[in-house]
């Protein structure tokens, strides 16, 4: 009995019963914009990325950071023993787009602001950066864009070259992206990520690239994943 008083005792040192209405809060708060977050990054974003795969992780970073956050906040020995762990554990994530780390910055700040007890001054910054956000879009010209996994490949490595193939793209699409070339003395295939504003342009795209020559194949696959 002993034993357990004296490890209750050690684990609930320096903690509250009366701070768990507000962590609640705070943990409720930190998750709901966490998810506003990631639907504004999906409706709005410019990545050619999956988003809505990306946005899933919005509200676990978020919570995540807000937990560390609240633990380490009242004790400057796990502040030190935080550093030295992050020294050790190296974050490796593929980011592709600098506007994916501006909202995984974002994340992190919600996370920061409601585990460090300024959920109402987050709330605010919150609601200032989606307005933000709001307005910019709102003042620019709506479209429809059409992200999609392009292949072109044919039996005619003389005539159809990756300088030709680029150079109609650019013409119609908002975006491009080249992510993998082969060319052998019998064939060529290039694919790309690219971007189209609406389905007319994609079919004169379509219709340039097939007059290059006669062999070349055309593939259209959409990038976005949607379920």
Known sequence: MNNLKAFLADNLSGFSPKAIPGFIFSFIVCAVLAFVLGKFYVRYGNALSNRKSFARNFIVLAITTMFIISVVKSSLALSLG???????????????????????????????GCGAGLTVLTLIAFIGFVAVIWFVNRTQKSVEAQSLY??????????????????????????????RSDETPAAVEASFFVEFDDFEKLEQAKADLKNIHSSITISFM?????L
Request: proline share 3%; aromatic share 6%; glycine share 6%.
């Open 150 to 179: 392009l292949t072109i490949s044919g039996n005619a490595p003389g005539v159809i070259d990756l300088k030709s193939i680029v150079e109609i793209l650019k013409k119609y699409c908002t975006a491009i992206k080249l992510k």
């Open 82 to 112: 935080l550093v030295g762990a992050l020294s050790i554990v190296r974050f490796r994530a593929a980011i592709k787009e600098p506007e994916e780390l501006t909202y995984l910055f974002l994340t992190i700040a919600i996370g920061l």
């Open 222 to 226: 959409d990038n976005t994943r949607d």
